[in-house]
C-alpha cells in the first residue's frame, strides 16, 4: 500500500519558520492531489493546504499568504513551508494523498510557543 511519511515538524517560537516534508512511496505525479490537514485539541480538523496535479494549489484563509505548499517530483516529496508562524498554527499536522482512494501519513507534531 502507499506510505506517506511527514518529517519536520517541531517547537519553535512566534514568528519564526518551519518546513514539513511529506515523502511518498512511488511516484507523486500518479496523485491528482495531494496536501496537508491539521488537528488541534478542541478544533475541527481543517484542511490547510492542497497542490493539484496541475499544481493548481490552495490555502485555508488562515495560513494564506504565511504557508506554501510545493513538490519535487523528481524527490516524491510534498512540502509545506511555513513563515511567520503563530501560536494558533499547533496541531498534528497530517499529510494525504488521493489517486482514486485517500492515503494518510501518521502526521507530524508542531508546536509554536510565544
Known amino acids: 500500500q502507499v506510505q506517506l511519511v511527514e518529517s519536520g515538524g517541531g517547537l519553535v517560537q512566534a514568528g519564526g519558520s518551519l518546513r514539513l516534508s511529506c515523502a511518498a512511496s512511488g511516484s507523486i505525479s500518479s496523485f491528482n492531489t495531494m496536501g496537508w490537514y491539521r488537528q488541534a485539541p478542541g478544533k475541527q480538523r481543517e484542511l490547510v493546504a492542497v497542490?493539484?496535479?496541475?499544481?493548481?494549489?490552495n490555502y485555508s484563509d488562515s495560513v494564506k499568504g504565511r504557508f506554501t505548499i510545493s513538490r519535487d517530483n523528481a524527490k516524491n516529496t510534498v512540502y509545506l513551508q511555513m513563515n511567520s508562524l503563530k501560536p494558533e498554527d499547533t496541531a498534528v499536522y497530517v499529510c494525504y494523498a488521493l489517486r482514486n482512494v485517500v492515503y494518510w501519513g501518521q502526521g507530524t507534531q508542531v508546536t509554536v510557543s510565544s
Open positions: 497542490i493539484r496535479s496541475s499544481s493548481n494549489t
